[in-house]
């Protein structure tokens, strides 16, 4: 199902270029984009990035920057000079790095990545949050996090689908929601806690859905990619 703005962002976790390769050959351009994370980046490096561009894929980098502000605004710059659609850096990071790369990316103009914050990952639970200090609910992290990306200038933040909603009542309706942890019906949870089916994820104002393995791992990946646009069709989405 070709769309002019794929929801779907496959991710491809893989261990290196040939195998991510060999998979995106199995996919259709039009009907998604492609997620390229730490394990992949390491492997291959930038490389990867432009091999997937000259298949015509657009390319979220997940790497999720968090560093001194002058640093990770750097790196937000290098992954603009690959051309990637989409960057993201941890909220948590605080608003001097947030705004340092908001401002380093103005000056790619109309082809800079779209800049978003990850919030609370989403293989996170309360009793985890608590470990590493954080007293609120995750709920009340991700809300405090978007709203300080949202005031640094960041365009959208990683969530879980679960905080989409509330996140919608708080923020501006153009304030991207990109949202990991979605599974169809059918697919076993891994290892998300915080999940989702494509349909609850959109109805509940995710703008953007990562999906790895109910896709990558499928036995046919362009018809697992298929059936879950069809879903979203069929939703109204």
């Given amino acids: 199902m070709p769309a002019s703005d794929p929801k779907i962002i496959v991710a491809l976790d893989s261990p290196g270029s040939k195998q991510a390769l060999k998979l995106a050959d199995q996919l259709d351009p039009q009907a998604c984009r492609l997620k390229v994370g730490k394990e992949l980046f390491t492997a291959a490096g930038p490389s990867v990035v432009r091999e997937l561009h000259s298949l015509g894929f657009e390319i979220f980098l997940d790497l999720k920057f968090h560093d001194i502000p002058n640093t990770t605004a750097n790196a937000c710059a290098m992954a603009a000079e690959l051309g990637v659609w989409m960057v993201n850096v941890h909220a948590s990071g605080g608003r001097a790095m947030m705004e340092r790369c908001v401002e380093?990316?103005?000056?790619?103009?109309?082809?800079?990545?779209?800049?978003?914050?990850?919030?609370?990952?989403?293989?996170?639970?309360?009793?985890?949050?608590?470990?590493?200090?954080?007293?609120?609910?995750?709920?009340?992290?991700?809300?405090?996090?978007?709203?300080?990306?949202?005031?640094?200038?960041?365009?959208?933040?990683?969530?879980?689908?679960?905080?989409?909603?509330?996140?919608?009542?708080?923020?501006?309706?153009?304030?991207?929601?990109?949202?990991?942890?979605?599974?169809?019906?059918?697919?076993d949870t891994n290892d998300q806690k915080r999940i989702a089916t494509p349909s609850e994820a959109l109805e509940s104002g995710v703008n953007y859905l990562v999906i790895g393995r109910p896709i990558t791992q499928a036995e046919n990946p362009r018809l697992a990619l298929l059936d879950i646009n069809n879903e979203i069709q069929l939703a109204g989405h």
């Fill in 104 to 187: 380093e990316l103005s000056g790619f103009g109309a082809d800079r990545p779209r800049l978003v914050g990850v919030t609370v990952l989403t293989s996170l639970n309360e009793a985890e949050l608590k470990e590493v200090g954080v007293s609120r609910s995750p709920n009340e992290q991700v809300l405090l996090l978007a709203q300080l990306a949202q005031s640094s200038g960041l365009d959208g933040v990683v969530c879980s689908a679960q905080e989409a909603q509330q996140l919608r009542q708080h923020l501006d309706d153009s304030f991207l929601l990109v949202t990991p942890g979605i599974r169809p019906k059918t697919s």
